[in-house]
């Protein structure tokens, strides 16, 4: 099956700037899983307003978002989820940031373990009509 795998990406932009960075793996035709990193102050939610660039993240100084990731479950255990995230950080590194954050849902949180982010906290965010999701948020140093 592994022939059939390829990774295709795709930047955001504000006022000319990049700012977030998303991965797709496909099989053959299929999207198998997808995840990005972001120099947005944002670490997770709705991407429809962009107020300034002064929600962007300083290099060195800040530390790179990790966001979206998601395999579909006929794919997980194959390594697309640790491939993506390999992608992602090094592409955060290549830009001058020298850590990470990202919020995980439970089922992501022994993904990002496995790999070296260490968690912080654990809260619930509201969804809406009474639902809630439990989530971890989690740090890794890239140094």
């Not at 990731?69 to 997980?76: A, K, L």
């Amino acid at each position: 099956m592994n022939e059939g795998r390829t990774y295709n990406g795709r930047f955001g932009y504000m006022a000319g700037r990049q700012i977030y960075s998303q991965l797709f793996v496909r099989y053959w035709a299929f999207a198998a899983g997808c995840g990005g990193w972001s120099k947005r102050k944002l670490l997770f939610g709705k991407n429809d307003v962009l107020s300034s660039l002064d929600d962007e993240l300083v290099p060195g100084i800040d530390s790179a978002r990790i966001r979206a990731f998601f395999v579909h479950p006929d794919f997980t255990r194959m390594g697309i989820g640790k491939r993506l995230l390999q992608k992602c950080e090094i592409e955060a590194k290549s830009f001058g940031f020298n850590s990470l954050e990202l919020v995980a849902t439970l089922t992501g949180e022994k993904l990002y373990s496995s790999n070296g982010y260490i968690p912080l906290k654990s809260y619930d965010v509201d969804l809406g009509n009474g639902i809630t999701n439990k989530v971890v948020s989690m740090y890794k140093s890239s140094k």
